[in-house]
C-alpha cells in the first residue's frame, strides 16, 4: 500500500513539475505580518487561534518555513475560486526513519513511518467581514510496529464580523482527534500511543479608538483522553481529562503608529479535572498580567517582548501553589532580502498530567534560520531547548532538538523536501533520558 501511495504522489508531481514555471521565493523589499509566533499564542492573540495553551510545549516541527512563507510580499494566490471562497487542498506525503520509536533511554527499536495528510482550506473573499474552514486529515504507517499506528483529524473554522471601520466580533471552533507523542511529558507508556480529543472554541470582541486597541476574548478548552493497553493492565487516562475557561483582557497603544507599540494584558485560566487522584483535587486557577512592546512589520526587525507575573494556585492544599515572573520574547530579523532569523523565548505553566504532580514550569528557546540559497531552493535550521521543573517534586529535565532541513520548488504548487533532526532529553528519574534521530523526506502537492 505504501509504494504505491507515493509512486501516485510521485507521478503527480512529474506530470505537474513543468507545468508551471517556479515561483520565486525572494521575500519583497519588506517583510509583511507573519504567522503567530509562539508568544502570540501565550499572550492570546487572535492569529494564535487554536494552538496549544502554553509556549514551545513542543519543538518545532521539521521543514518549517512557515514564518518565511508568511512574510512573503505578495498574496497566497493557491487553490481554486468557488464563488467568494479560494479553495485550497494541499497533499502531504512524509517518510521518516526514526531511530528511536518509543523514546526509551536503552535498547532503542528504529522503524520506517510513512504519514500520509491530505487537508483543505477554504477562505472567504469577501471585502468586509471574514470567514475560514480548514480539514484535515494525518495517518501514520509504521512498517515493523503497527501497534503504534494511528490516525489524527481536525476541523475548525473562524469568522469575523466588521462591525465598523474600528470594531470587529470574532470568533470560532475547533475539534482535534490526536494522540500523545511518544518521549513527551504526557506519554502514559502504554503499548500504544494515547489517543487524545480536543475541543476549542472562542469570541472576541476588538475596538480601537485612535492609536489606543482594546480586546476582550473568552476561550473555553476541553481535553478528553482515552484508555490504553499496558503489560501491567489498562491504563486509565480519564484521570488527565480536563476543561479550562480562559477569559483575557488587553490594551494597547500606539506609540509610534504602524511601528511600535506598548500593551498590557491580564489573562485568567480556571482548569477543572472530572475526576480526583487518590482524593486528591488538582483544580487550579491561572492569573497572569503582563507589559510589554510590539515592533510591527516594516523594517528588518519585528516582534515583540514582555514581562510580568504568573501566579498559580490550587484547590488542594497538598499541591504547591507558587508565583513566578512570566517574560517571553520572538523577534524576527531581516538581514537581507533571502535571510530571515528568528529567536524566542517564554516560560510557562503546563496543568499536571501525572500523578502527585501539580504541573510543571517550562522555560524554552529556540532559534531558527531560513535562507533562499536559490529560487527554488529554501534552507531551515532550527535549535530549540525546553528546561521543565515539575511542582512539589525534585522531578526535572532537559530537552533539545538540532534541526536542518531543505525544501525544492519543483512547480508552483509542487515541493520536496528532506530533514535531518536530533533530539535528546536528560532527566533525573527513571527510564525517561533518551536520544532519537528523525530523518525525513516529504513529497508536497496543492492546487
Given at each position: 500500500m505504501r509504494p504505491a501511495l507515493i509512486a501516485v504522489l510521485i507521478a503527480v508531481l512529474i506530470a505537474g513539475g513543468g507545468a508551471q514555471e517556479a515561483?520565486?521565493?525572494?521575500?519583497?523589499?519588506?517583510?509583511?505580518?507573519?504567522?503567530?509566533?509562539?508568544?502570540?499564542?501565550?499572550?492570546?492573540?487572535?492569529?494564535?487561534?487554536?494552538?496549544?495553551?502554553?509556549?514551545f510545549r513542543q519543538a518545532p516541527p521539521p521543514l518549517d518555513f512557515a514564518y518565511y512563507a508568511g512574510r512573503e510580499g505578495r498574496p497566497d494566490d493557491s487553490g481554486i475560486t468557488v464563488d467568494d471562497f479560494r479553495v485550497a487542498p494541499r497533499l502531504?506525503?512524509?517518510?521518516?526513519?526514526?531511530?528511536?520509536?518509543?523514546?526509551?533511554?536503552?535498547?532503542?527499536?528504529?522503524?520506517?513511518?510513512?504519514?500520509?495528510?491530505?487537508?483543505?482550506?477554504?477562505?472567504?473573499?469577501?471585502?468586509?467581514?471574514?470567514?475560514?474552514?480548514?480539514?484535515?486529515?494525518?495517518?501514520?504507517?509504521?512498517?515493523?510496529?503497527?501497534?503504534?499506528?494511528?490516525?489524527?483529524?481536525?476541523?475548525?473554522?473562524?469568522?469575523?464580523?466588521?462591525?465598523?471601520?474600528?470594531?470587529?466580533?470574532?470568533?470560532?471552533?475547533?475539534?482535534?482527534?490526536?494522540?500523545?507523542?511518544?518521549?513527551?511529558?504526557?506519554?502514559?507508556?502504554?503499548?500504544?500511543?494515547?489517543?487524545?480529543?480536543?475541543?476549542?472554541?472562542?469570541?472576541?470582541?476588538?475596538?480601537?479608538?485612535?492609536?489606543?486597541?482594546?480586546?476582550?476574548?473568552?476561550?473555553?478548552?476541553?481535553?478528553?483522553?482515552?484508555?490504553?493497553?499496558?503489560?501491567?493492565?489498562?491504563?486509565?487516562?480519564?484521570?488527565?481529562?480536563?476543561?479550562?475557561?480562559?477569559?483575557?483582557?488587553?490594551?494597547?497603544?500606539?506609540?509610534?503608529?504602524?511601528?511600535?507599540?506598548?500593551?498590557?494584558?491580564?489573562?485568567?485560566?480556571?482548569?477543572?479535572?472530572?475526576?480526583?487522584?487518590?482524593?486528591?483535587?488538582?483544580?487550579?486557577?491561572?492569573?497572569?498580567?503582563?507589559?510589554?512592546?510590539?515592533?510591527?512589520?516594516?523594517?528588518p526587525l519585528s516582534g515583540e517582548i514582555f514581562v510580568g507575573v504568573m501566579q498559580q494556585h490550587y484547590a488542594s492544599p497538598q499541591l504547591a501553589s507558587f508565583t513566578t515572573p512570566a517574560f517571553g520574547a520572538s523577534l524576527a530579523w531581516t538581514p537581507t532580502l533571502l535571510t530571515t532569523v528568528r529567536a524566542e523565548a517564554g516560560r510557562s505553566v503546563e496543568d499536571a498530567t501525572l500523578n502527585g504532580f501539580s504541573g510543571y514550569r517550562q522555560t524554552a528557546v529556540t532559534m531558527a534560520l531560513d535562507h533562499e540559497l536559490l529560487r527554488s531552493v529554501l534552507l531551515h535550521a532550527s535549535v530549540f531547548r525546553a528546561d521543565r521543573d515539575y511542582i512539589g517534586q525534585t522531578r526535572h529535565e532537559t530537552f533539545t532538538q538540532a534541526g536542518f532541513g531543505v525544501r525544492y520548488a519543483i512547480g508552483d504548487a509542487l515541493a520536496a523536501g528532506f530533514s535531518l533532526t536530533y533530539s535528546q532529553r536528560e532527566a533525573n528519574f527513571s527510564d525517561a533520558s533518551f536520544d532519537q534521530i528523525l530523518a525525513l523526506f516529504r513529497l508536497s502537492a496543492r492546487l
Open positions: 515561483r520565486a521565493q525572494s521575500a519583497a523589499l519588506h517583510p509583511v505580518s507573519g504567522p503567530a509566533s509562539s508568544v502570540d499564542v501565550v499572550l492570546g492573540d487572535a492569529s494564535g487561534r487554536f494552538a496549544a495553551p502554553g509556549y502531504t506525503v512524509d517518510e521518516t526513519f526514526n531511530s528511536n520509536v518509543f523514546a526509551k533511554s536503552s535498547h532503542p527499536k528504529s522503524d520506517a513511518v510513512t504519514v500520509i495528510n491530505p487537508s483543505v482550506a477554504v477562505s472567504s473573499l469577501w471585502g468586509a467581514h471574514a470567514a475560514t474552514f480548514s480539514a484535515a486529515l494525518r495517518e501514520g504507517l509504521f512498517a515493523r510496529f503497527s501497534g503504534e499506528d494511528y490516525t489524527d483529524g481536525q476541523v475548525g473554522s473562524e469568522g469575523r464580523y466588521d462591525i465598523d471601520r474600528d470594531s470587529a466580533l470574532g470568533g470560532g471552533a475547533a475539534f482535534q482527534h490526536s494522540h500523545v507523542p511518544r518521549g513527551s511529558p504526557d506519554d502514559a507508556r502504554g503499548n500504544a500511543p494515547t489517543p487524545v480529543d480536543i475541543a476549542q472554541t472562542r469570541v472576541d470582541y476588538l475596538r480601537r479608538l485612535g492609536d489606543a486597541e482594546a480586546e476582550i476574548e473568552l476561550r473555553y478548552e476541553d481535553f478528553a483522553y482515552s484508555n490504553v493497553a499496558a503489560a501491567t493492565g489498562p491504563i486509565d487516562n480519564s484521570i488527565l481529562d480536563r476543561a479550562a475557561f480562559a477569559p483575557r483582557l488587553r490594551l494597547a497603544y500606539g506609540v509610534v503608529p504602524e511601528a511600535l507599540r506598548v500593551f498590557a494584558q491580564v489573562r485568567y485560566r480556571s482548569t477543572a479535572y472530572r475526576r480526583l487522584v487518590l482524593g486528591l483535587d488538582r483544580d487550579s486557577q491561572n492569573y497572569q498580567e503582563v507589559l510589554g512592546a510590539q515592533v510591527t512589520p516594516g523594517g
